[in-house]
């Protein structure tokens, strides 16, 4: 049990986290008790799930959550909850609990509203309340109850700088993150917004909306609902990649935007990716309503044990280390690559010899006898694809020819 | 149940979720290899890497039916076709960790198996065919397929051959053979039961071809004194018996099986199964040089029969009449290898003892009965014009699979036979 070490703490927006793991706004910050559980089991802090002015009718509906899967393992989750039942008064109650009871941990509350008299009458009364942290839910793939319905707030540049303008107004000291979308048009667009507003960071990135699937017995969408359906916010490890190429977009164009990292993190490997394209901090939802809070465990011992075998004194030196090899397309060296056979190590599949015949550059021969493959040298164009369909370590490489 | 466990299920079975899981799970560690080497192994030719895609995608149907379309007798096969010397044994997966459990899948495959809709003959010809066991009825099938009858001969009053008469119950049930011989039966093949052909050749006045395929049938004789007793029995005997249950006569006594390969394992565990009180096989090499599958041993070990390496019989022991016992001799290995490659065994002066023993199982091998005088060559044509064979009597012991392909090759052979003779 490692939970935290002088590694892994850091300061975010002025807030001291024993380790960089936070629940994330979701079912698992949504009840007292269950919160507080997760804050035993070594969480470094909680942002609760989204509130709102009792004027906002949350419309739940069950069931709620789906997922897609490989065989047994879920790639993706999805859902269709909408934000907290729970509104502003109970909201700062268990903020008020939850500061007495953990005065070492981020106590943070996560808001979303439809005017500036609402955004700024959350953010007001959370301040009192003396939060952390205000997170703010431009992206809440079900819907926004905002501006402009039917599109997530951060879908719009003048709205995103607008709407976070009226909350930093409101918070003044205290810290704000705006909770973005991936699914943008231009993400660069998107932050540059929410920095002109002054507010203090971004949480990239919500869930993601999505149709999860079709039974194809009734010809229903997925989740059903009586029958009927309609679009869940994907979450899981299937979009741990989007995630990274939000983030270190936001961090290849602003070098001082700060970062929260969510979306797909599943294990501290996830998490070393998420913080080497520039997140200072973790979130983490779906994985824990999978798998529990006892993933802090692995995840913290994890991400040590990483940080003391590549020579990292703290998790802050590991935040952006990956972006420097990060370039555009045009700028990546080019380079003759050519595929090659270790013969040692090849079972002789022929999945090489077969993807190369039907997907790449028929490149590959084929000796029946030997059951051997072997790189026809003038064809290759070094692609890649042999690789991925090698089924041992090495027995296929590439190498550099010119 | 997922959609793809649902779709799996083509027919009401005993399968719970773990079993489509592991199913699911199996089918998606192939490999689907280039050129399979499981499918180069599998007499019978099975597609076997699409057959596994076909499972894993829930394409169940279409699993079964191209195995069927390669293996006449897929139910049969799927349950007791020996895969550590076929397909298995070559999977290149298993050169990562383990090779796929390849017949598992084949017999899941099989026992979903849709309705199957008959076929018609459409040629004038018309072909005998002489053996209602697997290579005969692989090549009915094939042949009817391509549009030409046949009419099946076999001398016992069923059809399946060696499946459905002498390989025991417990590893092959009449459940399973019944799949496969109905699957024959849709093709409107007609079975001549009860009827022994002496003369192929008297054939060929309601017949265009022949294709002999009548197993064997005669025991090896081992020359062990006093192998005349009552006692004595024929391997082939005791199996078909015990298939039909016929077999009372072993409840409580002592067995000593003269033998060492798959068939004296099957006789060994058969005899265990029908209430022996011990079995005892005399085998004159070590474990190591056994030619037997693994699943035959491990049936007869379940079953607690004891083997007895490098023992050799001398003779029957005989007291007024009656079988009391088989004198043995210790073997030892000697450098010098017989025709097969093995070690041949010597008896070792000295080291007689006697196993006592109510019954004695000769089971050393199989010949011919049936028309020796005919030779039959690789390509399944024989020395007579227009005579095909194929199976055991063409070419010694064989496995059913092997027979099948047989069956499917002569069907081939006999078909441009048909077409050069312009019938």
Redesign the interface.
């Known amino acids: 049990m490692i939970l935290s070490s002088s590694r892994l703490r850091s300061r975010f927006l002025g807030v001291e986290l024993e380790n960089p793991f936070i629940l994330s706004a979701g079912p698992s910050t949504d009840e007292l008790d269950i919160t507080r559980a997760g804050l035993d089991a070594g969480w470094a802090g909680v942002i609760l799930k989204t509130t709102s002015l009792p004027t906002t009718d949350v419309d739940l509906v069950y069931p709620m959550m789906s997922s897609f899967?490989n065989?047994?393992d879920i790639l993706g989750m999805g859902n269709i909850d909408l934000i907290s039942i729970y509104h502003l008064e109970e909201i700062v109650k268990r903020i008020s609990i939850l500061k007495s009871e953990y005065p070492g941990k981020m106590i943070a509350a996560s808001i979303m509203s439809d005017s500036r008299e609402g955004w700024q009458t959350l953010v007001r009364a959370l301040k009192d309340a003396d939060v952390d942290l205000i997170e703010c839910s431009f992206s809440c793939p079900q819907g926004n109850v905002g501006e402009d319905p039917g599109k997530m707030l951060a879908q719009s540049v003048s709205a995103t700088e607008k709407v976070a303008g009226w909350v930093k107004e409101a918070a003044e000291e205290l810290p704000v993150l705006i909770k973005i979308t991936p699914q943008v048009t231009d993400i660069v667009a998107i932050a540059g917004a929410i920095l002109k507003s002054k507010c203090d960071g971004i949480t990239a990135s919500n869930s993601i909306p999505a149709l999860m699937g079709i039974?194809?017995?009734s010809l229903t969408p997925i989740p059903q609902v009586d029958g009927y359906s309609t679009y869940s916010g994907l979450s899981g490890g299937a979009i741990k990649p989007i995630t990274l190429r939000t983030i270190a977009e936001i961090s290849r164009n602003f070098t001082d935007a700060t970062i929260s990292g969510n979306g797909g993190i599943s294990n501290w490997r996830d998490s070393v990716e998420v913080l080497a394209v520039g997140a200072s901090n973790i979130q983490i939802c779906t994985a824990v309503m999978l798998h529990g809070f006892g993933i802090i465990e692995d995840l913290t011992s994890g991400l040590d044990n990483y940080l003391i075998e590549k020579g990292f004194n703290s998790v802050t030196e590991l935040v952006g280390k990956a972006l420097p090899k990060l370039v555009s397309h045009e700028q990546l060296p080019r380079h003759q690559v050519r595929s090659a056979v270790i013969k040692e190590k090849c079972?002789?599949?022929?999945?090489c010899?077969?993807s190369c015949r039907d997907g790449g550059h028929i490149a590959i021969k084929?000796d029946?006898v030997n059951?051997l493959p072997d790189i026809d040298e003038e064809k290759c164009v070094g692609c890649g694809l042999c690789l991925l369909v090698q089924?041992?370590d090495g027995c296929l490489s590439l190498k550099r020819v010119d | 149940m997922n959609m793809i466990q649902k779709n799996l299920i083509k027919k009401s079975a005993k399968l719970d979720i773990a079993d489509l899981k592991w199913i699911l799970h199996e089918s998606s560690n192939c490999l689907s290899c280039f050129e399979p080497p499981c499918q180069q192994n599998c007499p019978a030719e099975i597609p076997i890497p699409e057959f596994i895609r076909s499972l894993q995608s829930g394409n169940v149907g279409y699993a079964a039916k191209i195995i069927r379309d390669a293996n006449p007798l897929a139910a049969i096969c799927g349950a007791v076709c020996p895969e550590e010397v076929f397909c298995q044994s070559q999977c290149t997966r298993g050169k990562m960790d383990n090779p796929i459990r390849i017949r598992e899948l084949h017999s899941f495959a099989t026992s979903q198996e849709g309705y199957i809709p008959p076929v018609s003959a459409s040629s004038d010809a018309k072909v005998a065919i002489i053996g209602a066991g697997p290579a005969g009825l692989a090549c009915a099938t094939k042949l009817a397929e391509k549009g030409i009858k046949s009419v099946v001969y076999e001398k016992s009053k069923r059809i399946g051959g060696v499946p459905s008469s002498s390989i025991p119950e417990f590893r092959l049930s009449d459940e399973i053979i019944s799949l496969d011989i109905e699957y024959t039966k849709r093709f409107g093949i007609e079975f001549r039961l009860n009827t022994k052909i002496d003369d192929p050749e008297e054939l060929f006045d309601e017949f265009d071809a022949i294709f002999i395929a009548t197993g064997l049938a005669q025991p090896v004789e081992t020359q062990i004194p006093n192998s005349n007793l009552s006692q004595v029995i024929p391997s082939l005997d005791f199996l078909e018996k015990a298939r039909a249950s016929n077999i009372n006569e072993i409840k409580t006594k002592r067995v000593v099986i003269v033998g060492g390969g798959n068939v004296s394992l099957d006789v060994a565990a058969s005899a265990m199964e029908h209430g022996a009180s011990e079995v005892i096989l005399l085998y004159r090499r070590g474990l190591a040089e056994m030619r037997v599958w693994q699943s035959e041993l491990d049936a007869a070990f379940k079953r607690s029969v004891v083997i007895s390496y490098l023992t050799a019989p001398v003779r029957y022991i005989e007291e007024s009449g009656r079988l009391t016992g088989v004198e043995c001799i210790r073997t030892r290995l000697t450098s010098e290898r017989d025709t097969s490659g093995r070690r041949k065994p010597e008896s070792i002066p000295g080291t007689e003892f006697v196993i006592p023993a109510d019954i004695v199982i000769e089971a050393i091998g199989l010949n011919s009965d049936y028309k020796r005088e005919i030779t039959a060559f690789p390509d399944y044509t024989t020395s007579i014009q227009g005579i095909f064979s194929g199976g055991d009597w063409a070419k010694g012991e064989g496995t059913i699979v092997e027979a099948v392909r047989d069956g499917k090759s002569a069907a081939e052979a006999i078909c441009n036979y048909l077409r050069v003779k312009k019938i």
């Not at chain 1, 079972?347 to 999945?351: A, L």
């Open positions: 899967n065989g047994d039974d194809i017995d079972i002789g599949c022929g999945r010899y077969i084929w029946s059951r089924p041992v």
